[in-house]
């Protein structure tokens, strides 16, 4: 009796486990994701849209905010503003940690730092978290990835040394995704050493037109489904390719409906393709992006 009672217990352990180590799969999250911010958009149920996000948060651990949405900071806003509970202070120093690689513009935004005195955090506090987040980078990948910026922008990207400064810049980046690591946001910042601007985005868009191509697509991929590499920074670097390889657009980066030969079965197709890596459908995408024009632009003006 005790050993089929350990048996049992033993089964139980594991598949807890195989629970816990199962990898999400973070294009479900998307499709998720813009389905909230659609349904707030359409019907302004902002109680719904609270619930929704936080049955959201639940179930995916908390990675990193989508730029355009910040859909993790406008969870607690809209909690806070409804009087609805979503974590406290607890849930305010995750929020931190979210917008720490943004903090050289963060940092302006007066309304964030009412949020965290009306709970008892004070701006000091909150530079010390950033401090500490600062502190947490991988040290190695900041140093080589500031010299990948550099190097890929010396003298303005004129010149045969481009070409040779991207094969560069490819080696390392095989380098790296060969040793199972993705220099995401919250490994590398933002900003590296001295300063130097390092948009991941910018350098996969970069590696388009050389020989890892293939390589970078199929491991992409797989980081864009660990949520580490954004779907964005994907599309380009696939479009990118397509525009230099004179072939069709598959996410509509480099194109506009009002390109002569865009019609509506390319719409269906690209919006197809945007669904199946959780990026929204042109039309959604474009809504998203003007809503956070104007609501910089309000900022800016203020």
């Not at 195989?18 to 813009?34: G, P």
Request: hydrophobic fraction near 35%.
């Amino acid at each position: 009796m005790n050993y089929i009672k350990n048996i049992f217990i033993l089964i139980v352990v594991l598949l807890f486990f195989s629970c816990r180590t199962r990898k999400v799969n973070y294009i479900d999250y998307y499709h998720k994701l813009y389905a909230i911010d659609s349904s707030f958009r359409v019907n302004k149920d902002t109680l719904s849209t609270i619930k929704q996000y936080k049955k959201l948060f639940r179930k995916y651990p908390l990675f990193q905010q989508n730029e355009r949405l910040k859909e993790y900071e406008t969870y607690i806003k809209l909690s806070d503003k409804f009087n609805k509970n979503f974590g406290g202070k607890k849930s305010l120093y995750r929020l931190i940690t979210q917008v720490a690689p943004y903090w050289k513009y963060k940092k302006a935004d007066p309304d964030f730092f009412k949020l965290y005195k009306k709970y008892g955090i004070d701006s000091i506090q909150i530079e010390q978290e950033v401090i500490q987040w600062k502190k947490s980078l991988n040290k190695e990948l900041v140093d080589s990835f500031s010299i990948a910026f550099n190097r890929d922008q010396y003298n303005h990207r004129i010149g045969p040394i481009v070409s040779i400064n991207d094969r560069k810049n490819a080696d390392l980046l095989v380098w790296t995704l060969k040793k199972n690591r993705f220099p995401s946001i919250q490994k590398i910042g933002l900003y590296g050493n001295n300063g130097v601007f390092m948009p991941m985005g910018l350098l996969f868009n970069h590696m388009a037109g050389y020989e890892h191509y293939e390589y970078f697509k199929t491991m992409l991929l797989e980081y864009v489904k660990s949520v580490e590499c954004t779907p964005r920074d994907y599309m380009e670097m696939v479009d990118k390719h397509q525009y230099i390889n004179h072939l069709e657009t598959q996410y509509g980066i480099f194109v506009h409906y009002s390109t002569p030969d865009f019609n509506a079965s390319d719409s269906a197709r690209i919006n197809r393709n945007r669904k199946a890596i959780g990026f929204p459908s042109l039309k959604q995408s474009a809504n998203i992006t003007k809503d956070f024009q104007k609501l910089n632009n309000r900022k800016v003006s203020k």
